[in-house]
Nanobody, 115 residues
């Protein structure tokens, strides 16, 4: 079955950078969209960034200009480069892949931005 493993989180100071990665394995299927969501304590899970198989990207307003989503289609991986991190970026970040019908999630990786 499909498995997503997301990683790369950690503790970083404000203004610092992290790079998250997500590796997809298992059943072969057509991936339409890959993306990252995050959920902070007491808040709803929100879309951070997404990229379609055609390369179209979408970002939350709060991260535009700071985060960049990219993928390696041949290896079924997706990355999130996070720069100029702010304390409000602190959250659990979840990788997501979406096919025509199915939707899959990683286990989440913690990002903490604090001095």
């Amino acid at each position: 079955q499909v498995q997503l493993v997301d990683s790369g989180g950690g503790l970083v100071q404000p203004g610092g950078s992290l790079r998250l990665s997500c590796a997809v394995s298992g059943s072969r299927f057509r991936i339409n969209t890959m993306g990252w969501y995050r959920q902070a304590p007491g808040k709803q899970r929100e879309l951070v960034a997404a990229i379609t198989s055609g390369g179209t990207t979408n970002y939350a307003d709060s991260v535009k200009g700071r985060f960049t989503i990219s993928g390696d289609n041949a290896k079924n991986t997706v990355f999130l480069q996070m720069n100029r991190l702010k304390p409000e970026d602190t959250a659990v970040y979840y990788c997501n892949v979406r096919g025509l019908i199915s939707d899959y999630w990683g286990q989440g990786t913690q990002v903490t931005v604090s001095s």
